[in-house]
């Protein structure tokens, strides 16, 4: 079946360190993935991050970036430097072009950064 | 800006109780999600519709049931909850093809 598996959290990383979160996925019924990030802040819903959604492409925002690698069939998400408003919960996910709501997601990496 | 509202934010209810999580959005989408989401397994698709009177199951449906009355609401029934269900629950909408799908900000359901 379609599934996703990323970092188990917790994870605490020194601010301006650099940051890697894995995510793997196994899209058996998707003839197209499509890959997401969404990030959770405390209080709030999920936002986008960065998606996507052809394979061999990278995607970036607010410093974060993720490659999809269809080989590895992976999809890490990157900072080379980390803030204190980067702590949150970071979701990996997979969708289909079609209807990019119908998510599969990782189980979430919390992640806490240190001053 | 696009909006998802949920309501209640918090709510505790008694097992066999009956309890109804209400979504609007004002964004014009047809799609509209529920999600719930509990430690150690990310969030998972409950039911979802693509317009007013459209149902279709997700990925977890057992336990719920789900009514869009307009295009903007969509709600989420639990007519005899059980502790099983209790969970964080994220309401979402989004168009069709490549856009930006919006989450609410979730409602805390604890079944006692």
């Known amino acids: 079946g379609d599934s996703v598996t990323q970092t188990e959290g917790p994870v605490t990383v020194s601010e301006s360190e650099s940051l890697i979160i894995n995510c793997t996925y196994s899209?058996?019924?998707?003839?197209?993935?499509?890959l997401f990030w969404y990030v959770r802040y405390p209080g709030e819903g999920l936002q986008l991050l960065l998606k996507?959604?052809?394979?061999?492409q990278k995607g970036s925002s607010r410093g974060f970036e993720a490659t999809y690698n269809k080989e590895t069939t992976s999809f890490h998400l990157q900072k080379a430097s980390v803030q204190e408003s980067d702590s949150a919960v970071y979701y990996c996910?997979?969708?289909?072009?079609?209807?990019?709501?119908?998510?599969?997601f990782g189980q979430g990496t919390k992640l806490s950064i240190k001053p | 800006e696009a909006a998802v509202t949920q309501s209640p934010r918090n709510k505790v209810t008694v097992t066999g109780g009956n309890v109804t999580l209400s979504c609007r959005q004002t964004?014009?989408?047809?799609?509209m999600y529920w999600y719930r989401q509990d430690t150690g397994h990310g969030l998972r698709l409950i039911h979802y519709?693509?317009?007013?009177?459209?149902?279709q199951i997700g990925d977890v449906p057992d336990g719920y049931k789900a009514t869009r009355t307009t295009q903007e609401d969509f709600f989420l029934l639990l007519e005899l909850a059980s502790p099983s269900q209790t969970s964080l629950y994220f309401c979402?909408?989004?168009?069709?093809?490549?856009?930006?799908?919006?989450f609410g900000k979730g409602t805390r359901l604890t079944v006692v």
């Open positions: 519709s693509y317009g007013a009177g459209n149902l």
């Open positions: 979402a909408s989004s168009d069709v093809g490549n856009t930006e799908v919006f």
């Open positions: 899209a058996t019924s998707i003839a197209y993935p499509n």
């Open positions: 996910a997979l969708g289909s072009n079609y209807n990019q709501g119908k998510l599969i």
């Open positions: 964004n014009s989408h047809n799609y």
């Open positions: 996507v959604i052809t394979a061999g």
